[in-house]
T-cell receptor, first 112, second 117 residues
Framework: GENVEQHPSTLSVQEGDSAVIKCTYS??????FPWYKQELGKRPQLIID?????GEKKDQRIAVTLNKTAKHFSLHITETQPEDSAVYFC???????????FGKGTHLIIQP | DAMVIQNPRYQVTQFGKPVTLSCSQT?????MYWYQQKSSQAPKLLFH???????NEADTPDNFQSRRPNTSFCFLDIRSPGLGDAAMYLC????????????????FGPGTRLTVL
């Protein structure tokens, strides 16, 4: 089955700086890569996703890049704000009805 | 306008006492998923239904069962809860029709936090 590795497990950045979280996946059949933000006690919230036919996607301060050959994808958050503090999960999925395989998560801390 | 609803939000059960968690959706999605998320861990897929077809993950314990009586509802049954089953249980849905930007997106419910005493 799919295995998703995520690094780092904790990331502390100064407010206004950029944050980068990286993930690798093992199954070349995976073709959908979402990123979720989860605040304590709440449901995972989709913040951005990318399909395997696209190399990069951007939405305001958030961007995701995908390297299919190397089987890795990254989340980039620019101009970080205190409200960006949360746990971020990457995930991978094959097409059809398959569920998501999640990375172990990154605790992002924005220092004021 | 809630889309994926889970009841109850908090459930306390006793060790070994069967418990059922419920999920309903107003999206008319044909796929429904159950994930288990233990404290400080990532969500882990237990199983999913594609319409009436049940798909179990290989490492999901037999203690966990699911039912989907119709498109809108899906239940998670834990036959004999152990202390290790205490977790947040997340239901998610996905519609497979079409190919727009949200084609792959899974919609998560708020979760049910299960405590086992």
């Amino acid at each position: 089955g799919e295995n998703v590795e995520q690094h780092p497990s904790t990331l502390s950045v100064q407010e206004g700086d950029s944050a980068v979280i990286k993930c690798t996946y093992s199954d070349s059949a995976s073709n959908y890569f979402p990123w979720y933000k989860q605040e304590l006690g709440k449901r995972p919230q989709l913040i951005i996703d990318i399909r395997s036919n696209v190399g990069e996607k951007k939405d305001q301060r958030i961007a995701v890049t995908l390297n299919k050959t190397a089987k890795h994808f990254s989340l980039h958050i620019t101009e970080t704000q205190p409200e960006d503090s949360a746990v971020y999960f990457c995930a991978a999925s094959q097409g059809g009805a398959d569920g998501l395989t999640f990375g172990k998560g990154t605790h992002l801390i924005i220092q004021p | 306008d809630a889309m994926v609803i889970q009841n109850p939000r908090y459930q306390v059960t006793q060790f070994g006492k069967p418990v059922t968690l419920s999920c309903s959706q107003t999206l008319n999605h044909n796929v429904m998923y159950w994930y288990q998320q233990k404290s400080s861990q990532a969500p882990k897929l237990l199983f999913h239904y594609y319409d009436k077809d049940f798909n179990n993950e290989a490492d999901t314990p037999d203690n966990f069962q699911s039912r989907r009586p119709n498109t809108s509802f899906c239940f998670l049954d834990i036959r004999s809860p152990g202390l290790g089953d205490a977790a947040m249980y997340l239901c998610a849905t996905r519609g497979l029709a079409g190919s727009g930007p949200s084609y792959n997106e899974q919609f998560f419910g708020p979760g049910t936090r299960l405590t086992v005493l």
